[in-house]
């Protein structure tokens, strides 16, 4: 009798084990996407300010064309291309913004202000990303995680490559 | 920081009236967003509920634990535990902010309780320690639902991915600058004189230290005079002192934020040689903002908030010799101090409260972003339902 006992209690601490670390990584596949969503919101947000950096003053004509066709790069890049799309627009602000040229006017102070306040929260917004899809990954490939598929068919998070040292 | 009222829930571990760094941040902050117009409520162990503002709400009565070399004053149980899940459910939150939430608290067991947009900030600054490389497998998926980590200092945010595996961003501890900006410099505190605040008769704040270094300091610069302030018993320490370098003690008993400002802009050096338990060194932060010429001892915390002895001189925890001779460096040394104390000034401006808490505010929106407010956790919703504690 008291081996039944054992067993079933075996069996329904494994249950609550399982379901407990399916929930666990479901917390975590969704925190991935609140983060890719909150750094994918930023990154639209400075496409658009560079759009209109490039139409302002501060860009002479050849940067203006740069940093449009750049930003607009961004903004349509497919998931796979947009890291490499991202770093050629901080690239393009770069070397827009690096000459340490003298920008006169409200508007163009109140933009490049923007901006600088954009970035330091994308380089955030990144990090915090890189965590969760870091501790995801560590996560599912843990064995018990693996062998019940605990994942289900979520795809596995792919960290955005994001050259922190352009932006 | 945009229109946008939140209501923010703040976890403070430890016990609300019991003086404290991390107190007075929960606090500082809790005062602060208040002041942006959020609705902020404080969950926190207190011992005095009647003296305690309207924002905070008890979890109990905190219980001393011996934690990290220090006597804790924290609280969990099963009683802590249903009133974390009371406040959680009944608090209809948009985000939690949880402090020091990977130590036995209640902070850990609202981390646990809670599901949605929780941020946590990160204190302690440790060696590594096995005691927490054994509990590191429990906490994890505890820690892993916070959105957004928080650590104060790099050595904080060194322990947070030593023992947890986990990246941070730092944002340092407030501080209200412009209150120590505009000190006086007064006569009587001025001259050779070494200033110390803080509870001086723990023996973690250091002051033997400084006592031991002091014939040595004497000797080369025979008018120095050592000002103390602080609460505490100071007959008792007196008497310990040795009879020929008692005059140059002066107790000054606790200060005024006022006073603290001259006393800071005042005195030669200040001295900070705690031994250990520091986790940010707030009372460096205000010191540097004083424009004092800082000297402190090298523990983690100090050494990352001097920026490893750029703004403030450092010496080697817990060696008096060490605190002598870099004291007499630097009261022989006017250029140097006054070079230290400039660089520090500047440097104290982080801390400011607007800078801090706006840095904060920004992690909470990025913490928010496709959320509905904190809930109770899935598994402890099943479980309240199996109590028949639905609505709870």
């Given amino acids: 009798m008291e081996k039944y006992f054992a067993i079933a209690f075996f069996v329904i601490s494994a249950i609550w084990y399982l379901s407990y670390s399916a929930t666990r990584l479901d917390r975590l596949h969704h925190r991935v996407e609140t983060s890719w969503a909150n750094l ?85 917004a990144i990090a915090l990303h890189v965590d969760a899809v870091n501790r995801t990954q560590m996560v599912r490939a843990k064995p018990v995680f693996r062998i019940f598929r605990l994942a289900g068919s979520a795809p596995l998070p792919v960290t955005y490559e994001f050259e922190a040292d352009v932006l | 920081m945009t229109l946008k009222k939140l209501r923010i829930g703040l976890v403070c571990p430890y016990g609300w009236d019991t003086p404290g760094g991390v107190q007075s941040h929960v606090r500082d902050l809790a005062e602060y967003l208040i002041s942006k117009g959020h609705y902020v409520s404080v969950l926190a162990p207190v011992i005095n509920e009647e003296n305690s503002p309207d924002y905070v709400t008890s979890a109990g009565k905190p219980i001393a634990i011996p934690y990290n070399g220090a006597v804790a ?9 249903a009133r974390v899940r009371q406040w959680i459910a009944n608090g209809n939150f948009d985000l939690l902010h949880l402090h020091e939430p990977a130590i036995p608290s209640i ?35 505890v820690i892993e639902k916070l959105t957004a980590r928080i650590a104060v200092s790099e050595a904080a945010r060194e322990t947070l991915t030593e023992h947890l595996e986990t990246d941070a961003v730092v944002i340092p501890n407030g501080i209200y600058a412009d209150r120590y900006r505009d000190g006086e410099v007064l006569a009587k505190w001025s001259g050779n004189t070494i200033g110390f605040i803080g509870r001086f008769e723990e023996p973690r704040k250091g002051l ?13 610069a025979p008018d120095v005079r050592v000002l103390v302030a602080g609460p505490g018993d100071h007959k008792e ?7 020929q370098l008692r005059h140059r003690f002066e107790f000054l008993g606790r200060i005024s934020e006022k006073e603290k400002a001259d ?34 001892s090298d523990i983690p915390a100090f050494d990352s908030l001097l920026g490893h002895g750029q703004y403030g001189a450092l010496f080697q925890s817990e060696n008096a010799q060490d605190l002598a001779r870099v004291a007499i ?27 801090v808490a706006e840095d904060i505010y920004s992690i909470y929106e990025m913490a928010l972003v496709g959320s509905s407010g ?10 309240n339902r199996f109590l028949g504690r639905e609505g709870n």
């Fill in chain 2, 263 to 296: 006393f800071l802009s005042s005195v030669a050096i200040y001295v900070a040689p705690n031994t250990g338990g520091e986790s940010f060194g707030i009372i460096l932060a205000e010191a540097l903002a004083g424009g004092a010429t800082v000297l402190a």
């Fill in chain 2, 73 to 81: 004053r924290v609280l969990f149980g099963p009683i802590a535990f």
């Fill in chain 2, 107 to 141: 902070s850990l067991l609202a981390c646990w309780a809670a599901e949605g947009p929780m941020v946590g900030t990160f204190h302690a600054a440790a060696k590594r320690q096995k005691a927490i490389f054994a509990i590191g497998p429990i906490l994890e998926p």
């Fill in chain 1, 40 to 124: 994918d919101g930023l990154l639209q947000r400075r496409a658009a300010v560079a759009l209109e950096i490039a139409k302002s003053d501060i860009a002479d004509p050849a940067s203006s064309l740069l940093l449009t066709a750049a930003a607009h790069q961004a903004r349509d890049a497919q998931m796979k291309a947009r890291s490499q799309a991202e770093s050629g627009l901080s690239g393009a602000l770069g070397l827009l913004l690096n000459d340490g040229h003298f920008v006169s006017g409200s508007i163009e102070k109140d933009l490049l202000r923007e901006l600088s306040e954009l970035t330091d929260k994308i380089r955030i």
């Fill in chain 2, 208 to 220: 033997s230290i400084l006592l031991d270094a002091l014939p040595i300091i004497a000797r080369f």
């Fill in chain 2, 237 to 243: 320490v007196a008497e310990n002192i040795d009879p």
């Fill in chain 2, 374 to 383: 904190v809930t109770l956790s899935s598994e402890n919703r099943a479980w």
């Fill in chain 2, 329 to 355: 460096d630097l009261l022989r040394d006017d250029e140097k101090r006054r070079d230290l104390s400039r660089k520090g000034k500047d440097y104290a401006q982080r801390f400011d409260w607007d800078v």
